[in-house]
């Protein structure tokens, strides 16, 4: 993060600290408000109990609007739901906060969605990858 949307504060405002994670591969990452795919694959690289960061490259992104701008503002309080490939899952959130991180890549700032147990979110935090926690072949 490089601070310039006033990520401080939002760090101030967290309600739980967020672990660095092994960059998770996300598919369908859809918007429920619009019921319009936003983009076709991203990155979770941090999570909480309370929710997680995604990064999009902009190519990636589906809607010509987003693609062509600096911004993903106009998301923000969207309704979304993404897909973990390699776990066979689905998680649903809100976005609370989007920042650009240089020329191609976007960040998203995501909570879990409110019917989501705390249990559930401990536990999902827990099995998620760390950085070096797994070696590849």
């Keep these: 993060m490089d601070g310039s949307d006033g990520d401080s504060m939002s760090a101030q405002k967290r309600a739980a600290p967020r672990t660095e994670l092994e960059p998770i591969e996300v598919t369908a990452f859809t918007s429920l408000d619009h019921l319009t795919m936003l983009s076709r694959s991203g990155q979770i690289v941090e999570a909480s109990k309370t929710g997680f960061c995604l990064r999009v490259r902009r190519k990636d992104l589906v809607p010509r609007q987003f693609r062509e701008t600096l911004s993903?503002?106009?998301?923000?309080?969207?309704?979304?739901?993404?897909?973990?490939?390699?776990?066979?899952?689905?998680?649903?959130?809100?976005?609370?906060r989007t920042s650009r991180l240089g020329k191609d890549v976007f960040e998203i700032g995501i909570d879990y969605s409110q019917d989501a147990p705390e249990y559930w979110r401990e536990c999902l935090l827990d099995l998620l990858p760390r950085p070096g926690g797994f070696e590849r072949a």
């Excluded at 106009?74 to 998680?91: F, N, Q, S």
């Design 72 to 96: 993903l503002k106009a998301l923000e309080g969207d309704r979304v739901m993404l897909t973990l490939a390699d776990m066979g899952l689905e998680i649903s959130g809100t976005i609370k």
